[in-house]
Each structure stands twice: as C-alpha cells, then as structure tokens.
C-alpha cells in the first residue's frame, strides 16, 4: 500500500510547485579558500608603487559566496569581491591577509598570506611555496642543494625575456646579468626569498643592453649556475 501512495504523493508536490512557478536554487558550500593558489603560508613580496593584488580561488566561480577580506585579522571595509586590489602597494598595506568564503550552509577561512613591500627596483613572482619537501615534489629539475636555475624565454631576446628560477628554501639570492667580460649589467634580484618557483622579467632597453651574448647568473649559499642569453634586436 505504501509503495502505490508514494508516487502519487511526490507527483502532487512536485506539480505544486510547478503551478506556483517557484525555482529552487541549489547553493554549494564553499570547500576551500584559497589565496593566489596557496594552500598554507605563503609570503608574497611586491615593490613599492607596483599595483597591489591578492585573488581568492583564482580562476574559480565564486559568485555563490559571500566574501570578507581580513588585514591582520580586521575585516577589511567594502572588500568583497574575488579580488582584493589597490592601485599602488604602499606600506601601509604590508600586513597578514585572509579571506573568508561562506554560504547558508558553511564558510571556509583561508590559510594566511604574508604580504611585504618593500622599495625595489625589481619584482619576483613567487608561485608556491610552504617546504622543502614540496618543491622537490614537484619539480623534477631541482639540482642538488635545492636551487635550479631554468632557461629564460624567449632566447635569443628581442625587448623582453622571463627568467624562472627555483629555491628549495628560504635563502638570500641573487641574480644578475654579465657581458663576456664579466661586467654587471643589470642586478635582477638581491633579496632573501622564500622556496619556491620564482620568475623575474627584464626589458633589455631598460639596461641599454645591445646585440651581443650575455649571462645571466643566480647564486645562493653554497649555489652558482650560469646560462647564456643572446640579444637580438
């Protein structure tokens, strides 16, 4: 008997609902909260008067949420959108950011991201990093010692190239770019940076650099690796 009232009873529900024209809408629960892909403490460096940028689950629809940005654990006023970003990074804005994403069903807190800024000439754009353990996971082309040192593209230069390195720990590096004689011609980095994947762009007209072969060169404590770049204009 059950079995034959069941159907009859969804049926009426459901015609109900639709003689009522009403929608329902299906929310998800947000299940991570991520700060430009960092899934634990992520120091991020930016130079003083470059624009100011942190993105939560980047690439992600996060229309659903509600969203609250928090500076040093203070809610931060009007910051709700996927992005939290400032024309100018000054220092006023160096501090410990999350983010917290929530529904009617749950909210989810970020881990939190470290922000520095500092004056420099130069910007480094560290991709990940949290332990030695999870760079060498990932990257198969760590050289011994934790440090790797890639090839810059595009090569031969025109204008513009990218160069991309690896630590496997917090370490004070440098790199910079010598001419056959062994001048330098441009300081890339000298800071202490996080492990990690870092990439560092350099405009060749900024250096006055002309059409010859140059060498990039990245040290570290107890590291040194040298690669060649032919400029080409």
């Known amino acids: 008997m059950f079995r034959r009232i069941l159907p009859l009873v969804l049926l009426v529900l459901t015609a ?22 960092a899934t634990d403490l992520l120091i991020k460096r930016m130079p003083e ?51 917290e994403l929530s529904s009617p069903c749950a909210s989810v807190m970020s881990k939190p991201m470290h922000v520095i800024v500092e004056e420099r000439g ?13 760079v060498a996971g990932r990257l198969h082309e760590i050289a011994e010692g934790g440090y790797a040192l890639r090839e810059c593209q595009p090569n031969p230069v025109t204008d513009q190239a990218k160069i991309e390195f690896v630590t496997g720990a917090a370490a004070p590096v440098t790199l910079k770019v010598v001419d056959l004689n062994g001048n330098v011609v ?12 870092h990439s560092v762009s350099i405009n060749t007209r900024d250096h006055n650099m002309s059409n010859a ?3 990039y060169v990245l040290t ?9 770049m032919m400029l080409v204009k």
């Open 16 to 37: 109900s609902t639709l003689m009522a024209g009403q929608v329902v809408r299906i929310i998800p629960a947000p299940r991570t909260a991520q700060v430009d892909g």
């Open 49 to 99: 008067g470059a624009p100011f940028l942190l993105t939560v689950n980047k690439d992600q629809d996060v229309s659903y949420f509600t969203i609250k940005w928090f500076k040093d654990g203070v809610e931060i006023p009007g910051a709700t959108s996927q992005e939290l970003a400032y024309p100018i990074a000054s220092a006023d804005l160096a501090g410990v950011y999350t983010v």
């Open 186 to 197: 441009a300081t890339l980095v000298n800071d202490v940076l996080p492990a990690g994947e």
């Open 122 to 134: 130069f910007q480094v754009n560290t991709e990940i990093t949290t332990s030695d353990d999870a």
């Open 220 to 228: 570290a404590p107890g590291y040194t690796a040298t690669k060649p």
């Open 213 to 215: 072969l140059y060498y």
